[in-house]
């Protein structure tokens, strides 16, 4: 690869996918890390648990996805001591935003998906772009698998168009279940396809009662 | 204290070799409410009196958490009090972000320190009128240490700042040299009785006292009202103080039978 003396970044791969449900919001990510055509570890996590129903996964660079993450997590931590609380989905997302346009001219090369809990303890999904543009939406999925299962999770989860009336949910009335289940399927997917997907898949299931972890083995070619 | 030439500038020293203004400002710790900390090998506990304005008002805050491992109790200006915790939260969540560890309490206290040093050294400037009781926990176990508006900072094993804390000292001075195998709960006891001394006289309720405790595998917290009435109230059962349960339990055995014996006779009234 020709390389040049001031390029910055790297793209150590991988897919994250979040699914928002009623009560519940599902939050996915692979676990593989490669650069180039090389894989440099089979078990890295590309998720992190901001609050208490704020779950970030992020893909793309991983020095700035580990940079933007701890940022967040101080900025947390500030305000909890400031307001006594945990952030709020939506506030985060907000947060999430600025702190990405804040490096407009100096990017992190981070492709983000929030998800969460809403203030009424519905499912809550936002995506960004590298520069932190987002939109709140049912179900997202970013990296170098995203063009494989976005398709896929358009076909199974999309509902009408929000212009018609009555207004109707963005959130999947799918159960939880069924939601990691999906989820499942799509990653199985994408790993065939996608080189930089695979190895593992870490799932992450956010609801009233808190949040559990769970691993599912992928293809490791 | 009286007024002299010598005491309008922080900048000024005293024929004497005094800073009055440093001086005055350690006279406002003595005004404000008492703090009381103490601490033993794996737990230190910091406990203050909640004095409000009036019956309208609400009380203000007088301890603060800094970070998981180590909070603080203040005296004297609380508005100053609040800046300072907020540098300290400042200062621990930096040293997290870059060391990926927590800060020893050591280190904090001397960034504190040298805070308040500067505005001891600045014609512009005034010093902090607040005491602060930084109570952590790091590598080397539990820490407790007072924080002058001087720019001095001294460790304790037990401490007490603000008005009538001369009553707490006293109790804790009697009390410190076993402290460092003194389990979680007795501690919290007597932070609980040491705040009672300052009191004098007036009735320790939860709703009077804060106490907040740090410690090995417990985060800072403050103690939550209900556990803190359930301390109080198994105190209280015995009519002095932790000291004096065990000349308490004799006592009531001999009261009961002089009761029985002559029923005119009035019981011995409990005075506390």
Not at chain 1, 15 to 44: K, Q
Not at chain 1, 140 to 145: H, M, N
Request: charged content about 20%; hydrophobic content about 40%.
């Amino acid at each position: 690869m020709a390389l040049r003396g001031d390029w910055m970044y790297e793209n150590n791969g991988g897919t994250c996918v979040a699914i928002a449900g009623i009560d519940y919001c599902v939050v996915a990510a692979d676990t593989r890390l490669s650069v180039g055509y090389n894989i440099l570890t089979r078990d890295h996590s590309k998720i992190c648990s901001l609050a208490d129903k704020v779950v970030l996964a992020s893909s793309g660079f991983q020095g700035d996805i580990r940079a933007l993450h701890k940022n967040l997590a101080a900025r947390h931590l500030l305000y909890q001591h400031q307001h006594n609380k945990q952030m709020s989905c939506p506030a985060m997302g907000q947060l999430l935003s600025n702190t990405l346009y804040y490096k407009r001219f100096f990017p992190y090369y981070a492709f983000n998906v929030l998800g969460g809990l809403d203030n009424e303890g519905k499912g809550c999904v936002f995506t960004y772009d590298a520069v932190g543009s987002y939109e709140r939406v049912g179900y997202s999925a970013q990296g170098s698998g995203s063009s494989l299962i976005m398709p896929v999770l358009d076909n199974q989860l999309k509902s009408p168009s929000p212009l018609l009336l009555p207004a109707r949910d963005a959130v999947t009335p799918l159960s939880e279940t069924e939601a990691v289940d999906l989820v499942k399927d799509v990653f199985a997917s994408a790993t065939e396809r996608d080189i930089y997907t695979g190895d593992k898949l870490e799932i992450v299931v956010i609801n009233a009662s808190g949040i559990k972890r769970e691993y599912l083995e992928l293809r490791k070619d | 204290m009286f007024r002299n030439q010598y005491d309008t500038d922080v900048t000024t020293w005293s024929p004497a070799g005094r800073l009055f203004q440093v001086e005055y400002a350690m006279e406002a710790v003595k005004q404000g409410s008492a703090a009381v900390g103490l601490r033993s090998k794996t737990h230190a506990v910091l406990g203050a009196v909640n004095k409000a304005a009036s019956d309208l008002a609400s009380h203000q805050r007088k301890l603060f958490r800094a970070d998981q491992h180590v909070g603080v109790a203040i005296a004297g200006l609380t508005a100053d009090g609040r800046v300072l915790s907020r540098f300290l939260r400042n200062e621990c969540i930096n040293h997290s972000f870059v060391y990926e560890s927590p800060l020893p309490v050591s280190r904090l206290v001397v960034q504190l320190a040298d805070k308040a040093q500067v505005c001891t050294q600045r014609s512009w400037k005034r010093p902090f009128g607040v005491g602060l009781l930084v109570a952590g926990l790091d590598e080397t176990g539990a820490h407790l240490y007072y924080n002058c508006p001087s720019g001095n900072y001294f460790e304790y094993q037990a401490f007490a700042i603000g008005s009538r804390s001369q009553a707490a000292k006293t109790f804790l001075e009697r009390r410190f040299q076993e402290y460092d195998t003194y389990s979680r709960e007795d501690l919290i006891k007597d932070a609980l009785f040491a705040i009672k001394e300052t009191l004098q006289g007036e009735k320790l309720t939860a709703q009077l006292c804060t106490v907040a405790i740090v410690g090995e595998g417990e985060a800072f917290h403050i103690i939550d009202q209900q556990t803190i009435q359930e301390y109080i109230d198994a105190m209280e059962l015995s009519t002095g103080g932790p000291d004096e349960e065990a000349a308490a339990a004799a006592p009531p055995s001999a009261e009961a039978q002089e009761g029985g014996e002559g029923a005119s006779s009035e019981p011995a009234p409990m005075d506390i």
